[in-house]
């Protein structure tokens, strides 16, 4: 017999119900289940009896009152006027007919059955918000629903709590702030709560039905271990998937190492250490891949329009959480195919690739962020490049042309920063700290994920006494590094020694022995198209090395290329200095 209360729906009986009243999130779930599209069971308390909550206990002019006298220039305000309003809300007491029904609808969510016989007990579930306008007026909420909600949660006494902190999440510190800077009033906004059933999830992940709008084709996948999924997925680097729907076929995968995952220890959601033999693994395979790509397919054409998609898996099925609708990257054509040309005459010069996750292409200089001191050195020319960015970092990324990140993946704190601000940005670029120098001019393509030399390094001979005139070095190496950039390899001669004083890290006028060497290199090894033959390597003896490009065909075979490809994606020519300078010390033993 089905429960019945006005304000408590199941999710697979409101797939008509009105938006206006259990919200578009809530609304999107419910849909789903009418599309054979497998979610947690579950069920929603509308918006309605969230207004009805703060009529009968009396506070819905309390708060309004509250939230006029608030100094938004205040933080110590802000928090304080948050405080006295989630206080109420916490006082507040629930209508009695309510809390018995929706106990009745919990115990459901944890009934097994075995033969003909029923049983009912508590279960965990997770609790989420689906923010609503009470006028139906479509609001930006997304990021209030991302602030609230609980994981784990078991008993009657914690699931009233977890109701009680999804309401009282609309008037947290930073939904208050948010709200004021984005003009929305947030008395005219309801909260409807999920109640779902919660996945025991082995693996969890996002899925972006389509990459852009210009290839609609391939599907985003991103995985992590155990739950939490979008959460996790913005502090650490998930393994990276991209899909082609038809024919299915995997287009590109990169594995990252995870240290840490969250579980359910002793019923609470807590961070635990990855087993040391799983950190580097694949975490899904190829048939959950293509699992994914036909739900992705499905759930688009059910809605018509890209979406980012949540998803849970325990042991043996996966579940989607949660489902909106995303902008799909739009580009000028003309724009973009110029650029397109630009970047193919630089494809022997890519450094790194990652994610491309916000679109376009700009060149810039790199400014290698290890720490918020660094940040003071990032000017509308720079392009950070960091391990992950954070919301200290929020003024340096606005001055930036772009930002390139070694970690991350398509929803982290840079690619939703980046994509707020229009900047190209390119995540998950493994090495790059380690392989892009500060001050080098580099053109990032935020569309593809690839990192390129704006101005190819070639090796150059230079002694203590400091570095050659930019004229100088340009004519030795036949114009193939421009003036602007700042870093030249360092290499040495074989000619004995000179003590010197040493002088400042400036350009300064070269030595006649430099002017000397420079010329037997120019003479010697350089050949007309300016490089120099890795064979004659032997015979230079290598100081100090900040970057090298060595055509790796001559290196290695075609079996041992591929190798490399697996182990340094998009990064086949630009190996580690530690490669290098193995390599290097390799070809003087020859």
Known sequence: MALEYENIKWLKEAAYADSRIIGRKAARLAQLTSAGITIPRGFVITSTEYFNFLQVNNIKQ????????????????????????????????????????????????????????????????????????????????????????????????????????????????????????????IERLGISVLIQKMIVAKYSGITITSKSQEDPNTVIIEAVYGFGAAHVIKEITPDHYETQKKPYTTLHKSVSKQEWELKRVKGITTKVPVIESEQEKQKINTHLLKDLT??????????????????????????LISSEAINPNVAEKTKKNLKQQKIHSLKN??????????????????????????????????????????????????????????????????????????????????FAIEQLLENETIMINGTSGEVYSVSKLDLVDVNDDGYPEPEELEELIEGRIKKESAHWEVVKSKKPKQKSIKEPDTFLAPSQRQKETQEVLKKEYIDSSGNINIKDLAKIEITKIKQIVIPIDQLFSALEREKLREEFPGSVCMLTKEKIKKILKDIKEM
């Open 62 to 185: 309390k708060i309004s009152q509250i939230l006029k006298a608030i100094d938004y220039n205040n933080s110590e305000d802000i928090l304080k006027k948050s405080k006295e309003i989630q206080e109420l809300i916490y006082k507040g007491k629930l209508n009695q007919q309510m809390e018995t029904e929706l106990y009745k609808y919990y115990l459901k969510i944890g009934e097994t059955g075995v033969g003909w016989l029923n049983s009912q007990a508590d279960d965990f579930v997770a609790v989420r918000c689906s923010v609503v306008c009470d006028d139906g007026e479509v609001c930006d909420t997304k990021f209030i629903e991302e602030e609230g909600g609980s994981l784990n949660v078991k008993g009657r006494v914690n699931l009233v709590k977890a109701i009680k902190d999804s309401w009282a999440t609309l008037f947290s510190p930073d939904v208050i702030e948010y709200a004021n800077k984005k003009n929305i009033n």
């Open 349 to 430: 010069q890519l450094l790194v690739k990652g994610i491309g996750a916000v679109p376009g292409v700009v060149n810039g200089d790199v400014i290698i962020v290890n720490n918020y001191n660094d940040l003071e050195k990032v000017t509308e020319e720079s392009i950070i490049v960091t391990a992950m960015t954070d919301q200290e970092m929020m003024e340096a990324i606005k001055r930036a042309k772009g930002v390139v990140t070694s970690g991350g993946g398509t929803i982290c704190h840079a690619a939703v920063i980046c994509k707020n601000l229009n900047k190209p940005c390119v995540v998950g670029a493994r």
């Open 294 to 319: 036909n739900t992705a397919i499905k759930v688009e054409e059910f809605f018509g329009t890209p979406q980012m998609v949540e998803w849970a898996m325990d042991k043996a099925d996966f579940y």
